[in-house]
């Protein structure tokens, strides 16, 4: 008998079922000063890209996606613009779309918006 078993053709054409997850993404951009404008007019048209602040060639921008692997592509999209030289994930979060959704436990979820 095999240690590890081969799993039956019908255990896996059965998809996996995940959750919604929402993540949540702080990123630093080094790049040229002189084209501060022209990569902050791309980077914002990028799907959950929040351009913060930016000052002497560095900008901090914050992401909002479905996965990981959409973080991952919108830091290639970010890396592959002209005059950017280094893109740098400095905060990563992420949790359920319900979790994120839904009412919070503690304080602040007892006390009405203003």
Same mark, same amino acid.
């Given at each position: /008998? !095999?240690? =590890? !078993?081969?799993p039956?053709?019908?255990?896996? &054409?059965? !998809?996996v079922?995940?959750? @919604?997850?929402?993540?949540?993404s702080?990123l630093?951009?080094?790049?040229?000063p002189?084209?501060t404008?022209?990569?902050?007019a791309? %980077?914002?048209?990028? #799907?959950? +890209?929040?351009?913060?602040?930016s000052? =002497?060639g560095? &900008?901090?921008?914050? +992401?909002?996606?479905?996965? %990981?692997?959409a973080v /991952? #592509?919108?830091?290639?999209? +970010? =890396?592959?613009l002209?005059g950017?030289?280094?893109?740098? /994930?400095v905060?990563h979060?992420?949790?359920?779309a319900?979790?994120?959704?839904g009412?919070t436990?503690? @304080?602040?979820? =007892?006390?009405? %918006? !203003?």
């Amino acid at each position: /008998m !095999p240690i =590890n !078993p081969t799993p039956s053709p019908t255990a896996a &054409a059965t !998809p996996v079922s995940r959750t @919604p997850e929402i993540h949540i993404s702080s990123l630093v951009i080094q790049h040229r000063p002189a084209q501060t404008d022209a990569i902050q007019a791309a %980077a914002s048209a990028i #799907d959950g +890209l929040d351009w913060c602040v930016s000052e =002497n060639g560095k &900008a901090v921008v914050t +992401l909002v996606t479905r996965s %990981a692997g959409a973080v /991952m #592509d919108r830091i290639a999209a +970010l =890396n592959a613009l002209p005059g950017v030289h280094t893109v740098t /994930m400095v905060y990563h979060h992420y949790e359920s779309a319900d979790a994120i959704d839904g009412p919070t436990d503690g @304080p602040a979820a =007892n006390h009405a %918006a !203003p």
